[in-house]
Every structure is written in structure tokens, then in C-alpha cells.
């Protein structure tokens, strides 16, 4: 079962999204389970100008192999837990996440 992360960030300085798009490209490479890469995916760019963005500014999908790697990346991931003590001083507000299983999808 494949899972899709969604997460949403607002960052007020434009100059700090730069900061967690270069973490992002970093835990792409580096996150590793068993001394493996574990994510299948990972995308993320700053939301476009629309008030359905309520005040997000970043927007991040991740996507794994099943919810036993998904929970790895929450709680023992190395570059997951370096990437949250960057972000946490640079945003505002909450982080929303919410993660599916693939019920449709369109290749």
C-alpha cells in the first residue's frame, strides 16, 4: 500500500522557504533505513497565490513504500528529525499533515 504525505507549512520570509526546500533535496538523499533509502518520493515547492492556500506558503508531498516507513520517518528518521529542528524556529503557526492510501489513481 503505497502512502501519500501532504504537509503544509507557513513560512513568512521567502528567503527562509529557500532554507527548507535545500532540507528537503538533503533528506531525499540522505534518509535511510537499515542503510537504505526508504522514501519513495519526495516533492515540494511554495504554494501558488490563492486564498485556498489559507496563509501555507510551502507544500510538501512525501510518499512511501507503506505506513511502517511513514512512521520510521515520524519518530526514528535522522534527516527527518534534523529537517524539523530547522523548520521549527522559521515557521508559523501549525504544520497540517495528512497522509492517504491510494483508493484512485490515474497512470
Known amino acids: ?3 501519500h504525505r ?9 528567503g527562509d522557504i529557500d532554507v527548507l526546500l535545500a532540507e528537503y533535496r538533503l533528506l531525499a538523499q540522505e534518509a ?3 542503510s537504505e533509502p526508504y522514501i ?8 501558488l497565490p490563492d486564498p485556498r492556500a489559507q496563509g ?9 513504500r507503506n505506513l511502517d516507513d511513514m512512521n520510521f520517518y515520524d519518530s526514528d528518521c535522522e ?4 529537517l524539523k529542528s530547522v523548520a ?13 492510501e491510494d483508493e484512485v489513481a490515474l497512470v
Do not use: D, E, W
Request: no cysteine; net charge positive.
Open 88 to 100: 521549527a524556529p522559521l515557521r508559523q503557526g501549525n504544520v497540517f499533515t495528512a497522509y492517504f
Open 40 to 47: 519513495v518520493s519526495v516533492q515540494a515547492g511554495r504554494t
Open 1 to 3: 500500500m503505497t502512502i
Open 56 to 64: 501555507y506558503t510551502l507544500a510538501v508531498k512525501t510518499t512511501f
Open 32 to 34: 535511510k533505513r537499515n
Open 79 to 82: 534527516a527527518h528529525k534534523r
Open 6 to 14: 501532504t504537509t503544509f507549512f507557513n513560512i513568512p520570509n521567502p
